[in-house]
């Protein structure tokens, strides 16, 4: 690999160029899930579970109010403090809406600088389209994008609380070809959960599951994609 290398890395192939034996295509296009790849997830169970200790809320009424608002306010459908209204502030608090919004920001960080070091070599590269492919409410997801300066080095932004669907509904990766006009055997997307990649692997998309940065770039060498 140009640029020096990454220690470690070794050879492998992704799943699904190991299902089809299609790795021969010339891909035009990396389609990234954000969270769990290049940073923490944006409200996943590990920072609820930290909001329910430091805030003293009722776990199982925590959980099941958060689990009611889930999938619209990550479709965009409900906003945050909306959100917030239906699974906190329905009674009163001995704290501040603003200080659980600033705790909910504070969770996203980057999980693997590495992964962020990668992305932003191949978006200078240039020889694929960067895209993000994800599930997020719109205000973290509007946080994320311009705290970390995703808009550096993605250029199209394919998150389900812009397109109101999302993983792993089959209608967000059409909608993600459609919205970039590559064929499916171009596109490579990554993820840190197989039940999304069967989706893009049904449509004729390299699926490669997310482990270890190590891992990604040899899983995207053996497609041809280097740095």
């Not at 590990?46 to 809320?57: C, G, H, P």
């Not at 059409?174 to 055997?185: I, K, V």
């Amino acid at each position: 690999m140009r640029g020096g290398g990454w220690p470690g890395c070794t050879q492998s192939v992704t799943w699904v160029a190991a299902k089809t034996g299609d790795i021969q295509a010339v891909i035009d296009a990396l389609m990234w899930d954000i969270g769990g790849v290049l940073l923490t997830n944006g409200w996943g169970h590990e920072s609820r579970n930290e909001a329910i200790r430091l805030f003293r809320l009722d776990p199982a009424e925590f959980t099941e109010r958060h689990e009611e608002a889930r999938v619209p306010f990550e479709l965009g459908a409900l906003a945050l403090d909306a959100y917030l209204d239906r699974t906190v502030f329905y009674q009163p608090r001995d704290f501040s809406r603003a200080a659980f919004r600033d705790f909910m920001f504070g969770q996203s960080r980057v999980l693997h600088p590495e992964v962020r070091r990668l992305v932003e070599q191949l978006a200078r590269a240039g020889q694929q389209q960067m895209v993000m492919l994800n599930n997020e409410s719109r205000e973290l997801n509007d946080y994320r994008i311009a705290t970390f300066d995703l808009r550096r080095d993605f250029v199209a932004f394919v998150s389900s609380c812009y397109v109101g669907v999302r993983k792993p509904e089959t209608s967000i990766y059409r909608l993600a070809l459609d919205a970039t006009q590559h064929d499916p055997g171009a596109c490579v997307f990554i993820d840190d959960r197989p039940i999304n990649l069967e989706p893009a692997s049904a449509l004729g998309m390299h699926a490669i599951h997310f482990q270890t940065a190590a891992q990604l770039v040899a899983d995207l060498s053996v497609l041809g994609v280097t740095v």
